[in-house]
């Protein structure tokens, strides 16, 4: 999922138009577009000769690349049968229809006719079943960046998970039903293949662990972390040990997500609450990690990862209110979304008296808050934008006074009320990215078949 993604592109222009201005306006636009951070594959330029020369020598330098989306760059009236000539080929992957713009010369607009050729270009691309995305540049304006690059996100997204894959010790967790999957359609309509493994391959892997590398990790936790009191050397050295025997599976099967079986799993069987296995996950393998066996809510935050480019944190709901709702975490936060130093409590929570407990404060900021679940036979995307706020006082009822107030944030959404939120929640988990994202999450919804929910 880190790898930079291959973009193919191809300018067109007309026969009849200067060959030295449609060159201007390629390399102008390549230009743009190398700003973005993408890896671009240059087919050069296509006009409508009648032997198709151009046309072809575009398909051999970018066929044969392993390409998450082509760019079609209209720099000029093209006719339409120029374009389909290469574009056919590329009918398996998304493509950007991109008509650039005339300009002004003496008081006069002069034009090349590119939207001529993109108006011609867009029915025919639909008609022809191309998953396509129409843009368009505007005189004297700004290029439309932000839309190609929120479309190319999704793209090299939709390319990426065809190679991802989640791994989930155990399966449902406290037979919960919102977190389960659907394995033939996971991975022929999203492409991830889920991988379970047993608890026992971690208990087996901790055997083969060095004392060197378990002494490391101990050393970090107590350099790196803030503890609000005195935690026993042997709950951190457990820690250590589940997360280095966790991540020697990680590191042999290539996992890009993992979650665990936590209530009927590391609390039940282990007698240990698994927060501080997966903040060193974290760590040592820069994936996201959910709990409960939440293999929907695993596939959202590689999905959101893809589009984001942030490491994103899971979270609950707690309670609602008018215009927000309390959101958190009974166990931890990533590093990355932590305000301040990485906090941790030894707490005690109903049966389970040796907990070590991230009580870390939560960045603030606005967030693209999703949730990707299948509901009758359909993929549905959940979304919505809300500014995070520092929350109020709380606390969740069972823990050992002080009860400590967990990671959380209260959000106010924008782009829907509470009640149209409630009415279409779809998990007590949800995903969060920093940032507006709704624009990629809505191309990449659109390519993959996914309903999306606002």
Same mark, same amino acid.
């Given at each position: 999922?880190?790898k930079k993604?291959?973009?193919g592109?191809?300018c +067109?222009g007309?026969?009849?138009?200067p060959?030295?201005?449609?060159q201007m306006k390629?390399?102008e636009?390549?230009?743009a577009l190398?700003?973005?951070?993408?890896?671009f594959v240059d087919g050069?330029?296509?006009i409508d000769?009648p032997?198709? $020369?151009?046309a072809?020598?575009a398909?051999a330098?970018? *066929?044969?690349?392993?390409?998450?989306?082509?760019v079609?760059c209209?720099? #000029?009236?093209?006719?339409? &049968?120029?374009?389909i000539?290469?574009?056919? &080929?590329?009918?398996?992957i998304p493509?950007v229809?991109?008509?650039?713009?005339g300009?002004k010369?003496?008081?006069?607009?002069i034009?090349?006719?590119?939207q001529a050729?993109?108006t011609?270009?867009?029915?025919?691309?639909?008609?022809?079943?191309?998953?396509?995305?129409?843009v368009?540049?505007?005189?004297d !304006?700004?290029?439309?960046m932000?839309?190609?690059d929120a479309?190319?996100?999704?793209?090299?997204t939709r390319r990426a998970?065809?190679d991802?894959?989640?791994g %989930?010790?155990?399966?449902?967790?406290?037979l919960l039903y919102? %977190?389960?999957?659907? #394995?033939?359609?996971m991975?022929?309509?999203?492409?991830i293949?889920?991988?379970p493994f047993e608890?026992?391959?971690?208990v087996?892997?901790?055997?083969?662990?060095?004392?060197?590398?378990?002494?490391?990790g101990?050393?970090?936790v107590k350099?790196?972390w803030?503890?609000?009191?005195a935690?026993?050397?042997?709950?951190i050295?457990?820690?250590?040990?589940?997360?280095?025997?966790?991540?020697?599976?990680?590191?042999e099967?290539?996992w890009?997500a993992?979650?665990?079986?936590d209530?009927?799993?590391?609390?039940?069987?282990m007698?240990?609450?698994?927060?501080?296995?997966?903040?060193?996950?974290e760590r040592?393998h820069?994936?996201?990690t959910v709990? $409960?066996?939440?293999?929907m809510?695993?596939?959202?935050?590689?999905?959101?990862k893809?589009l =984001? #480019?942030?490491t994103v944190?899971?979270?609950?709901?707690y309670?609602f209110?008018?215009k927000s709702m309390?959101?958190?975490?009974p166990?931890?936060?990533p590093?990355c979304?932590t305000?301040?130093?990485?906090t941790v409590?030894?707490a005690a929570f109903?049966l389970?008296?040796?907990?070590?407990l991230n009580? =870390? !404060?939560?960045?603030?900021?606005?967030?693209?808050?999703?949730?990707?679940?299948f509901?009758?036979?359909?993929y549905?995307?959940h979304v919505y934008?809300?500014?995070?706020k520092t929350?109020?006082a709380?606390n969740?009822?069972?823990w050992?006074d002080p009860?400590p107030q967990?990671?959380?944030?209260?959000?106010f959404p924008d782009?829907?009320t509470v009640e149209?939120?409630? *009415?279409n929640?779809?998990c007590?988990?949800?995903?969060?990215a920093? #940032?507006? +994202?709704?624009?990629e999450i809505?191309?990449f919804?659109?390519?993959?078949d996914?309903?999306l929910?606002?």
């Amino acid at each position: 999922m880190n790898k930079k993604a291959r973009i193919g592109y191809v300018c +067109f222009g007309e026969v009849n138009t200067p060959i030295e201005r449609l060159q201007m306006k390629h390399d102008e636009a390549l230009a743009a577009l190398k700003a973005l951070d993408y890896d671009f594959v240059d087919g050069g330029l296509v006009i409508d000769d009648p032997a198709y $020369e151009t046309a072809d020598a575009a398909l051999a330098k970018i *066929q044969g690349e392993d390409l998450s989306a082509l760019v079609i760059c209209v720099a #000029g009236w093209v006719p339409t &049968h120029a374009v389909i000539r290469v574009t056919d &080929h590329f009918r398996h992957i998304p493509m950007v229809l991109w008509g650039l713009c005339g300009w002004k010369e003496n008081g006069r607009i002069i034009t090349t006719a590119e939207q001529a050729g993109t108006t011609a270009l867009r029915p025919a691309f639909e008609a022809l079943d191309y998953t396509f995305k129409y843009v368009y540049n505007i005189i004297d !304006k700004p290029f439309p960046m932000k839309k190609i690059d929120a479309y190319l996100r999704a793209a090299a997204t939709r390319r990426a998970l065809r190679d991802a894959r989640v791994g %989930t010790m155990g399966y449902r967790d406290m037979l919960l039903y919102g %977190t389960q999957y659907e #394995g033939n359609s996971m991975r022929s309509q999203i492409g991830i293949e889920v991988e379970p493994f047993e608890m026992l391959e971690m208990v087996q892997n901790m055997e083969k662990l060095d004392p060197a590398q378990v002494a490391e990790g101990v050393k970090f936790v107590k350099e790196n972390w803030v503890f609000k009191k005195a935690c026993d050397d042997s709950v951190i050295e457990n820690g250590v040990k589940y997360a280095l025997a966790i991540g020697m599976k990680i590191a042999e099967r290539g996992w890009d997500a993992i979650t665990l079986i936590d209530v009927d799993g590391m609390k039940k069987l282990m007698g240990f609450p698994p927060a501080m296995v997966f903040m060193l996950i974290e760590r040592y393998h820069n994936i996201p990690t959910v709990p $409960e066996n939440d293999v929907m809510g695993a596939v959202t935050q590689i999905i959101m990862k893809g589009l =984001s #480019g942030q490491t994103v944190p899971y979270m609950e709901y707690y309670e609602f209110f008018e215009k927000s709702m309390l959101i958190g975490v009974p166990d931890y936060v990533p590093a990355c979304v932590t305000d301040g130093d990485v906090t941790v409590l030894p707490a005690a929570f109903g049966l389970l008296n040796a907990s070590l407990l991230n009580v =870390s !404060k939560v960045k603030t900021g606005y967030v693209t808050c999703a949730r990707l679940v299948f509901l009758k036979g359909k993929y549905k995307m959940h979304v919505y934008t809300a500014e995070a706020k520092t929350p109020p006082a709380w606390n969740e009822f069972g823990w050992d006074d002080p009860a400590p107030q967990l990671p959380s944030l209260e959000v106010f959404p924008d782009s829907c009320t509470v009640e149209e939120f409630a *009415q279409n929640v779809s998990c007590q988990h949800v995903i969060l990215a920093y #940032g507006d +994202f709704v624009e990629e999450i809505r191309d990449f919804c659109k390519m993959m078949d996914i309903e999306l929910v606002m």
